[in-house]
């Protein structure tokens, strides 16, 4: 069970992205609201965004996929 090339890329590129969305949001939360709580909440926020996209569009080896379904 070796990960593939192109999930390696998918998994790096979807982290690489949230890294920088919550980086920018908390940059804008730190200017306009400053408010512990609020940070918090979006850090969560983005985690729990990334989790269920990552296990929503991950791709996957339809070989492995029809063994699983035996």
Do not use: H, Q
């Not at 982290?15 to 408010?35: M, Q």
């Not at 989790?51 to 569009?57: F, N, R």
């Amino acid at each position: 069970m070796s990960m593939k090339k192109r999930a390696i890329k998918f998994i790096l590129a979807l982290s690489a992205l949230s890294v920088l969305i919550w980086f920018i949001g908390e940059i804008l939360i730190g200017i306009f609201i400053n408010n512990y709580y609020v940070s918090l909440g979006w850090g969560i926020f983005c985690l729990v965004a990334c989790l269920v996209y990552s296990g929503w569009k991950c791709p996957r080896d339809p070989i492995e996929d029809d063994e699983e379904d035996k």
